[in-house]
């Protein structure tokens, strides 16, 4: 079956780099999604990767195996305001959209 | 820029009573989504529409239907609300059907089934 598994809640401080892992197992591969969602409000994106490697994005960068089944985003300087839940989503064979439950990141000062 | 606009923000209703969720997008895109979110579980595509006048299933359309009249309007359709059905119901839209491009979301319909 087609799965994404993701960490539930992660803890770091304010100022430090947390990495945020997604595995995945889906039906064929046409890339791999992260989302940031604010608690009470809509999913943003932030990333999309469908080749290898590191994608760097200011502080934010996502890097991809495909060999593996594997991604992770990785935060660095943490801010209060990152303080959100993490998406990670694989898009398939059919370009249908397979979404984790998400990784909620708390930030502390 | 208004974006994705969803109605209403949020929304009590009685079991076996229908309601229509209602969104609405500015940015001229081809595709748009309707998921639910739940807490515990990713977002869960409810049906889609690559373009105007056609739709299609997703992973859990029962209970649900929709129509794509023209590019800006997607509205979803609860014939008869059941307490399941109580969740954040999120429509989106991207330029590109196939998934390969990023979704925006609107800021999501609250709705719970007593």
């Known amino acids: 079956g087609q799965n994404i598994d993701q960490p539930t809640e992660m803890t770091a401080t304010e100022g430090a780099i947390v990495q945020i892992n997604c595995t995945y197992q889906?039906?064929?591969?046409?890339?791999l999604f992260w989302y940031q969602q604010h608690a009470g409000e809509a999913p943003t994106f932030l990333s999309y990767?469908?080749l290898d490697g590191l994608e760097e994005k200011g502080r934010f960068s996502s890097f991809l195996s495909r060999s593996k089944g594997y991604s992770y985003l990785l935060l660095k300087e943490l801010q209060m305001k990152d303080s959100a839940s993490y998406l990670c989503?694989?898009?398939?064979?059919?370009?249908?959209?397979?979404w984790g439950a998400g990784t909620k990141l708390i930030i502390k000062p | 820029t208004a974006g994705i606009t969803q109605a209403p923000t949020s929304q009590i209703l009685a079991a076996g009573r229908s309601m229509t969720l209602r969104c609405t997008q500015d940015?001229?895109?081809?595709?748009m989504y309707w998921y639910r979110q739940d807490l515990g579980l990713g977002l869960r595509l409810i049906h889609y529409?690559?373009?105007?006048?056609?739709?299609g299933k997703g992973e859990v359309p029962d209970g649900y239907s929709v129509s794509r009249a023209n590019t800006d309007d997607f509205p979803l359709t609860l014939a008869s609300a059941v307490p399941s059905q109580t969740s954040v119901y999120f429509c989106?839209?991207?330029?590109?059907?196939?998934?390969?491009?990023?979704?925006?979301f609107g800021e999501g319909s609250r709705l719970t089934v007593l």
């Open positions: 989106a839209s991207s330029d590109s059907g196939t998934h390969t491009g990023e979704l925006f």
């Open positions: 940015m001229r895109h081809n595709a």
């Open positions: 529409s690559n373009t105007a006048g056609t739709t």
């Open positions: 889906t039906s064929g591969f046409n890339g």
């Open positions: 990767n469908v």
């Open positions: 989503a694989s898009s398939d064979s059919n370009y249908q959209l397979i």
